[in-house]
């Protein structure tokens, strides 16, 4: 227990390193180790107790490391050789030749990072996708700043009371024990911003981490400037609290964040918001450049949304943070006041209807009302967000809501299994962890002879087995269990048995307790004497998701079943290293969401890349894998319903009984099956490629933010003259466009047309004063459906080719790509040259009547 008393004058002691070591501050606060095998070996081998006890942390391990450790290692030439190795290996990655530099600089904003184990800033998937991005941009040298939030307790450490349920504990990070340092001034003081709250002002410090080549910004609010505690305890939590909370958590990230890259000197060109939690940072951008270049409101809109990029990563309304208006008044009024900004204004930006005065401000709408660049994170998502959000765009087909999709990714160097990458050292190209886009390299892994790639799989199977064990008889020690548990902790698992797994956060959505719907089935599947079959689960439940946490509760009580307590285990405590131990040792990887509520999932990608085949409902990202995947697929692609969990377990028992134990088992004495082998091949010849997170950022990149970053460069070169003409074009718009009419929809063609031939598509429609090129007219081609809708379409626009006073005319000849029952209908809508996956929530459409 420490003993505190104040003042207490502090300073820092660190080891004297010898000069042959003198690097290994630097390797050790760039978190390059994280994913290069060669530098985080360094540290491990200079004291293999002391990285383990330190969390794996060089920063902890340097400050604690005995000084005749440091002196031994400096005088061996084996260390030494190793050293080397690394700083080369440490200036190759930092020292790429210099790019071609467009002036491009993308801000990242996430509320969480799932970097690595000894950073505990991340909950789950969002956090570790965040971090992954954070490698991947590195990797691809592609000019990146994130920004997130330093929580000082961070998200809760699991463990189970006596009865299976989960219990919550939090461990208080020390700043300066981390791989992060405060951004100094010149004069040698931590640099700070702060914002506005209804108590007063908020001091936020900066603080900088370095991810390879990328520079992160963290901020806390920890500081002793402010004096309140409810102050200091902003980012005491990550998703903690109660919607005061949350929402002075997302000013700071989102306003707080604009300010700090600002301090940093920091002038990015694109901002990119992971999920809705930072989308306050587009009302901050508002409010600078109303102040800074004498913009209105909605030219500071319109200036602000050309290079605002919005990820979407929620599938289901619950999952949006809403604020109550009393609540968004309290801390913006004074903002809005100061910035000249309409607070109904602003609120109607984060509204469905915007003229509903009661509606909550959805940061999620925020978002999207506020961003030209808009995308879901998978294909099926996307078209799950296109329903969802179908709404603020209503007289769009829902097919045409402007949000697409970039399919997520994993970084393939920090879950692939150091194992398997040296048998790729072997067979595969020298470079190939370099070439993930090539897909012809990858092919090479059927070059690997089956024996040695089963050998590789079974000593990661040994080793999390003996992983698992040495937790579960820890987890026992902690809650003073009796002796024949403690005894039990020590002999669960048999890894010569089929291993199936199953990580990920316990919401109800995801149906943890499938598997286990009918026990006495499942008992016959597992404990089968020839072939037996082990189950391994892992996640945490929110604090406040009591049914998460019944579900919990009910595998860890069905674990303590006589039958099944060397088949089903539950590990206490799920982080990056239980699943990166998970994902490169079982056989087997179970993912069981209602189908559409899953918006990627990628624990699955990291399992396919170490050989693990997926068994999976098609959902996320695994609908647009299955097919090339060597896994199984569980159910079809319908829509859930409430018969669903009996059908998919029912179809999770057959395919097990029918399937994939046999095939598992095919070869004696627990050998695996060539069969078995052959899919495992298939699975990481055709996912590694396609689904590692540098695909993902290259797609970003050229989708995206290139797009976004051209849109800034013209905004700024015209002088903020585009976004001007902008808003007062729009301004005229809405003012005429109720008078904007079709005059004539032109003829149907009279009889059937033969394939190959032309359909002219003419209409007339009265401009009410505007210019032809003012309006966009289009056609909207398609196959006729049963319900008498288009379907399978196509959009084609008609280029004016005369005027008449007001009246134009539009018409173009069509050649149909398709045969069949064939329709079409005809739209105008206004024309600004916008790209359409960049249409306002305010775009306005009239479809020709009849």
């Known amino acids: 227990m420490p003993f505190n008393i104040q003042p207490i004058r502090e300073f820092v ?8 070591l003198v690097r290994m501050p630097e390797l050790a606060y760039n978190i390059l180790w994280a994913w290069e095998p060669s530098i985080r070996s360094l540290f491990r081998r200079l004291d293999p107790v002391l990285w383990k006890e330190s969390g794996y942390n060089p920063v902890v391990m340097l400050g604690r ?4 450790t440091l002196e031994r290692a400096a005088l061996d030439p084996r260390y030494l050789a190793q050293y080397q190795l690394a700083c080369q290996t440490f200036d190759r990655h930092m020292k790429l030749p210099p790019r071609e530099n467009d002036g491009k600089l993308v801000a990242y904003f996430s509320a969480e990072y799932g970097l690595t184990e000894c950073m505990p800033v991340y909950s789950g998937g969002l956090g570790i996708l965040s971090g992954d991005h954070m490698k991947s941009a590195s990797d691809n040298d592609l000019p990146l700043v994130g920004v997130g939030l330093l929580y000082q307790l961070g998200y809760f450490r699991q463990y189970l009371n006596a009865d299976g349920w989960q219990q919550e504990r939090y461990l208080e990070n020390d700043f300066y024990s981390l791989p992060i340092q405060p951004a100094l001034d010149a004069q040698g003081n931590q640099k700070t911003v ?9 001091t936020i410090r900066i603080w900088t981490m370095d991810v390879g080549r990328v520079k992160m910004l963290f901020l806390d609010t920890n500081a002793p400037e402010n004096v309140r505690p409810e102050d200091r305890n902003i980012t005491s939590q990550l998703y903690g609290g109660d919607s005061d909370t949350r929402i002075r958590q997302e000013i700071i990230l989102g306003i707080g964040g604009m300010r700090a890259l600002e301090a940093m000197n920091f002038q990015p060109t694109v901002f990119h918001m992971n999920e809705g939690h930072s989308a306050f940072l587009a009302i ?31 599938p289901v309304p619950a999952g949006i943070d809403l604020f109550d208006p009393g609540m968004v008044y309290q801390y913006f009024t004074d903002f809005c006041r100061s910035a000249k900004i309409d607070f109904e204004s602003f609120m109607a930006l984060g509204r469905r209807n915007p003229k509903d005065g009661g509606e909550p401000l ?16 998978s294909r099926l998502h996307r078209d799950v967000s296109q329903e969802m959000w179908h709404a603020l765009w209503p007289t769009l087909p829902v097919w045409e809501t402007p949000i697409t999709y970039v399919t997520n990714g994993v970084h393939m160097p920090s879950w692939l299994n150091g194992d398997l990458a040296d048998l790729y050292n072997q067979y595969l190209e020298p470079d190939w962890r370099n070439r993930w886009n090539d897909l012809s390299m990858w092919n090479l892994i059927n070059d690997i002879p089956d024996e040695e790639l089963l050998e590789v799989h079974r000593r990661r199977k040994r080793r999390l087995i003996a992983f698992i064990r040495d937790r579960q008889i820890a987890s026992a020690s902690r809650r003073k269990a009796a002796a024949t548990e403690l005894r039990y902790s020590a002999e669960v698992l048999d890894p010569r048995a089929l291993t199936i797994g199953f ?38 439940a929110h604090p406040k998701d009591q049914p998460g946490k019944a579900f919990i509760r009910e595998i860890v009580q069905l674990s303590r079943d006589p039958d099944l307590w060397k088949h089903i285990v539950f590990v206490e405590d799920y982080d990056m290293k239980v699943a990166r131990e998970l994902v490169q040792g079982v056989d087997l990887w179970l993912n069981t ?36 995947s060597g896994g199984w697929a569980i159910g079809d692609r319908e829509e859930y319903s409430d018969e669903q969990d009996a059908i998919h377990a029912s179809n999770i028992y057959y395919l097990l009984e029918s399937e994939i134990v046999p095939m598992f088992y095919a070869q004696s004495e627990g050998a695996i099956s060539s069969e078995w082998t052959r899919r495992m091949k298939e699975c990481m010849v055709n996912l590694t490629p396609r689904f590692d997170a540098r695909r993902m950022v290259h797609e970003y990149t ?47 063609p009279n009889g059937p047309v033969m394939s190959g031939k032309t359909v002219p598509v003419r209409t007339a429609v009265n401009l009410a004063g505007l210019r032809p090129d003012d309006i966009r007219v289009e056609c909207v081609i398609g196959r006729i459906g049963a319900s008498g809708g288009l379907e399978e379409t196509e959009v084609i626009v008609l280029p004016p080719v005369e005027t008449n006073g007001d009246v134009a005319v539009y018409q173009k000849e069509i050649v149909p790509s398709q045969t069949g029952r064939l329709g079409y209908a005809l739209r105008v809508s206004p024309n600004h040259n916008d790209d359409p996956l960049t249409r306002p929530v305010t775009s306005l459409i009239k479809w020709g009547a009849r």
């Open 702 to 748: 050229t989708n995206l933010y290139d797009p976004a970053h051209r849109n800034w460069e013209k905004v700024v070169a015209g002088g903020f003259e585009e976004p001007r003409n902008r808003a007062k074009w729009n301004a005229l718009i809405r003012e005429i466009w109720p008078q904007i009419t079709f005059v004539d929809m032109g003829a149907a």
């Open 13 to 20: 002691v660190r080891p004297a390193l010898p000069p042959q």
């Open 362 to 377: 959805s940061m999620a709408i925020l978002a999207l009302n506020t961003s030209a660049y808009r995308n879901a994170v």
């Open 284 to 314: 901050e951008r508002i409010r600078l450049f109303i102040e800074r270049q004498g913009l209105t409101f909605e030219e500071a809109l319109e200036a602000t949304r050309v290079n605002n990029v919005f990820t979407t990563h929620t």
């Open 503 to 540: 990580a990920r956060r316990f919401a109800t959505y995801k149906r943890a307790t499938l598997l286990f719907r009918d026990v006495d089935r499942l008992k016959k599947i597992l404990c089968n004497r020839e072939r037996p079959v082990q189950i391994l689960i892992a996640g945490k």
């Open 194 to 202: 702060s914002v506005q709250l209804p108590t007063g002002p908020v």
């Open 593 to 628: 969401p209602r189908r559409g509520e899953e918006a990627c999932g990628t624990s699955g990608m990291k399992a396919a890349m170490n050989g693990v085949l997926n068994f999976s409902v098609l959902d996320g990202w695994f609908d647009e894998a299955y097919e090339i």
């Open 65 to 68: 490391v005995a000084q005749s």
